[in-house]
């Protein structure tokens, strides 16, 4: 009786020796009513996850999205997560991680007599380690500060031969150095409908990169170039002045210097000051597993659809899937189940998502839990912002990376975007450097309006539930398949692309075309779905996405000889303005 009443939660009442059993076993039940309506105290049962959790070592995590795995670092983010969903819209509670300081510096007053200015300082290792490279090979003097040990996670960056073929290109590795570091390989990759259909293709995310491999490579290669790194340091502060800007560290060590990169990810304290704390447009919810013992293990899925919305607590989210062959042996695999939500009270918490995920992923891989011996649990919170990318706010301080929101908001692939993008940002920042066109207005040309990037936010927009769209649950999955089915017709020039978080003008023309002759029925669901507000705004970088399309296709070719020929500063801007137009519209992708 006393181990059924600690089960349920009922209290065990000792009661004095001077009642009888009558009475004692009258005034026990009595009490026992009074506690049954009362909430059972929180160190009752821990949940499936928090027991897979701590029974896996984490001896292994380090910074950068995806680098935490414990119980207590899932904690802490959905906490986070909750008090992004509580933050009022208009909120400006925020602290001021950035000042101006009018006039010129006096270093020497701030204790900085020890160490001279550094030419640029990047802010976060994990991808900032790439853009720092980069600038040390072009002769500046750049130091690179990170909270953790500068390494890399021991899960696989899943990502295209092309891409990592930009780091060549750039000259931070070799093609030798791209074997070393590829840990496995897989062909076909999977586009996925549940009760509908696959779409198959090759060579898409199909490299398992080792990221610890990588960044070992790229810090020494940084090191014996002349950079510096500060390890185990965050950031403090920031006080620009008219010549330099210094970095307060929390050690309270004081490090100067002309250009501040932030490459802190999506929740870079400057970012938040940037954008007074708002709340993000959308947001990329993750969780997920590497096992080992899946039998079959020699195909990709770069996107699984599940067939219908489902509701998690108060919310309704539509799970997508991702699963990949994982380098550290023949059985491993990583699985991914991620859902587009909105930023609002109420909103599914990342541990609820994980229960969601041990009951559906073994049915989505043919393979029971009690067969896999789980490895790591993955899980992160990727936010996205209509206005990306973000513009320099300030003079001497620009972002990068997720920071600057450059990435896909479909995919969140942060270091693809890196490598796409990096050739581009090294030459423009060296250029702004050896000018010293370090105000916040010519920064801002570092990070331009990008049509297809804008436009692309639609299809997050499309991909999320919402209640009041008045849609069949199935609507989302209907709508994907459509579209990849007349991509898959019209050729790889249209699909492969798209896949790789590349929108083109005319590949979008020849989809929304087909799309619309196969299921005119459908474009009255399409607006109930994502609204017409947000659709008319999507028309407006649409066209945008096409007159860029034509400057960077017939007006580049005609004007760029001329612009050689002028001052340094119009050099720079233009050549910014044609990079605008080339990235913007897609033409800096070739297959």
């Known amino acids: 009786m006393l181990l059924h009443l600690q089960q349920t939660g009922l209290r ?17 039940i009595a009490a026992n009513k009074r506690s049954f309506y009362r909430i059972p105290r929180a160190s009752a049962v821990p949940s499936r996850t928090q027991r897979i959790m701590e029974r896996i070592s984490n001896s292994d995590e380090v910074g950068g999205a995806g680098g935490a795995y414990s119980y207590n670092a899932l904690k802490r983010l959905d906490k986070l997560w909750s008090s992004i969903c509580a933050t009022p819209t208009d909120s400006e509670e925020i602290d001021e991680v950035v000042s101006r300081v009018s006039g010129s510096s006096n270093y020497s007053d701030l204790g900085g007599k020890a160490r001279s200015v550094f030419d640029v300082l990047v802010c976060g290792g994990t991808l900032g380690i790439f853009v720092a490279t980069a600038l040390s090979f072009k002769g500046l003097r750049v130091g690179v500060v990170e909270r953790n040990i500068l390494k890399g996670r021991e899960q696989d960056w899943n ?14 590795l070799s093609e030798e150095e791209i074997e070393q570091i590829t840990s496995i390989k897989f062909n076909p990759n999977r586009c996925g409908f549940e009760k509908k259909g696959d779409i198959w293709v090759e060579n898409i995310l199909n490299l398992g990169v080792s990221p610890a491999k990588l960044l070992e490579i790229v810090k020494n290669r940084f090191i014996s170039s002349g950079g510096t790194v500060f390890e185990g340091k965050s950031l403090s502060s920031i006080s620009v002045y008219d010549d330099i800007t210094i970095l307060q560290l929390n050690d309270g060590e004081v490090l100067p210097c002309r250009l501040v990169v932030d490459c802190m990810g999506n929740f870079s304290p400057v970012v938040r000051q940037i954008r007074r704390g708002r709340k993000p447009d959308g947001v990329c919810l993750v969780v997920g597993s590497c096992s080992r013992g899946f039998s079959e293990n020699t195909t990709s899925d770069i996107v699984f659809s599940s067939s219908s919305v489902k509701r998690v607590g108060s919310s309704e989210v539509q799970y997508f899937w991702e699963a990949f062959p994982a380098g550290t042996g023949p059985t491993d695999r990583t699985t991914y189940m991620f859902t587009y939500v909105d930023a609002q009270l109420g909103g599914p918490k990342l541990e609820e998502l994980l229960e969601e995920y041990w009951d559906l992923m073994p049915a989505y891989q043919g393979t029971s839990l009690e067969k896999l011996e789980i490895l790591r649990v993955i899980f992160g919170i990727f936010p996205t912002y209509r206005d990306s990318p973000l513009p320099a706010a300030f003079d001497r301080i620009l972002q990068v990376g997720d920071a600057s929101g450059i990435q896909s908001p479909v995919s969140f692939g942060g270091f693809g975007s890196m490598t796409r993008h990096l050739d581009r940002l090294s030459t423009g920042i060296y250029e702004a450097m050896a000018g010293d066109f370090l105000d916040a207005q010519s920064l801002c040309l570092l990070n331009p309006y990008m049509p297809n990037l804008s436009a692309s936010w639609l299809f997050q927009r499309a991909m999320s539930a919402r209640p009041d769209a008045n849609v069949s649950s199935t609507f989302i999955n209907e709508l994907l398949y459509v579209n990849f089915q007349s991509m898959k017709k019209l050729g790889g020039s249209v699909l492969r692309p798209f896949l790789q978080d590349v929108i083109q003008f005319g590949p979008l023309v020849k989809t929304l075309g087909l799309v619309m002759l196969a299921q005119p029925l459908i474009l009255p669901s ?14 407006v970088h649409f066209v945008m996405l096409g007159h860029y399309t034509f400057l960077s296709s017939f007006i580049d070719p005609v004007i760029r000889p001329w612009v050689e020929y002028l001052p340094e500063k ?14 913007g519209a897609g033409l800096d992708y070739k297959d």
């Open 12 to 28: 065990f009442h000792r009661l004095p020796p001077l009642f009888n059993p009558q009475e004692r076993r009258r005034v026990a």
């Open 159 to 172: 990502i295209s031969r092309k891409e990592l073929m930009e780091l060549v290109q750039v000259g931070i």
């Open 526 to 539: 399409i607006f109930r779905q994502v609204g017409v507000g947000v659709i008319l705004d999507w028309f």
């Open 570 to 583: 119009n050099k720079y801007e233009w050549r910014r303005y044609m990079e605008a137009w080339k990235y």
